[in-house]
């Protein structure tokens, strides 16, 4: 059977997957996060006619010819309104945010006058509604500003508040549980014998699924054990994972027991195999509510996989339209021999060359080797049956995050 393209692979991960239910959250947590309905303004912006400046507020008439000396009536700052009205040959001070006093309708800014008691003298003349901040300038009430489906960045938070929400009706955030597998794994800090690894690969995976928004709960090492992992995989699903994330026993070895694990809770397998370097024994299937992909042991593999399959998942959950990643062109560092059947992802360094970026993957390639992953830059995609290519030719890329 021919392995399944990374294309057809990524579509059946995303085939179920809608996004998450509505819920409410506080503004000041909604970041990143996508609405589930329009949003219109629940106010007028500013409310009334205020000043933009420091200064005087006059009757535009009144300084038709300057200098001319007006009566000060009163006052104006910001959250403090004068309830006079300001008549012919008057003024009232006014500073920002002050809203225009009745009969007003030009500010002066202070630079222009000259006081002396109860008096000022304006000494230019200025167009009429010259720095008055008209009602509504900025939005009115019932105008749609932020329209379901919009991923919020920090100016819509900003604006958010300003239409009077305390609150946001947005997409859950999905909830994924991490679970690595291996007898051999320890955590980092102790002193391993020489036949133990340190189990790195999580820490990777539940930082990419964090900076992408997800709930991530992290379920340790399970040993290699069909019963102890059933049993990591039942504490998932009792906390209400929408994605499980295993890492390890993804192939068909004597200790290969993820699957056979996943199968005795009632897996619904969709594919495991992909035509993709590194990552082949890469799974996907459905258990209860959960999605589950299980990614290869490999740091490099459990990264590659991870990447290309368990973002985009998250972000279809949590609501976003911009699931996929999006490759984009480079040329080639170096020369590189005809590829096989699978698509190859290699760990590239990027440079900034005369016809834009250049992506050059290091020789070492193997899906262990962490400190290349650590260095590139980005992925360099090779296609399945790619043939040789010459430096300087025209390559895609994506580009590795933070
Ligand atoms: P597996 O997929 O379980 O066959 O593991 C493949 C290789 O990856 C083995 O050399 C494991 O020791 C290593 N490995 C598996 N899980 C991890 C992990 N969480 N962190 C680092 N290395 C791992
Ligand atoms: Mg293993």
Redesign the pocket.
Known sequence: MPLMSVAEALQRVLADARALAPETVALDATLGRVLTEDLNALRTQPPAAVSAMDGYAVRAADVAQAPVSLALIGEVAAGHPFDGEVKAGQAARIFTGGVMPAGADTVIIQELTARDGDKVTIQKATAKGRNVRDRGIDFTQGQPLLRKGRRLTDRDLMLAAAMNYPTLSVHRRPKVAVL???D??VAPGGTPAPSE??????FALVAMARSEGAEVSDFG?APDRVADIAAAVRRARDWGADILLT?????V?E??LVQRALASEGLDLSFWRVALRPGR?MMHGQLGGMQVLGV????VS?YVCAFLFLVPLIRRLAGRDDVERVPQPARLGCDLPANDERANYMRATLSEGPDGPVATPPPAQDS?LMAPLAKADCLLIRASHAPAAAAGSPCIILKLGL
């Not at 890492?247 to 192939?251: M, R, T």
Request: proline residues 11%; aromatic residues 4%.
């Open positions: 690595g597998t291996g051999e794994l690894i340190v189990y790195s690969n999580g090492i890492s390890g026993g993804a192939s070895g200790h290969d024994p290869p042991g490999n740091p459990s262990s």
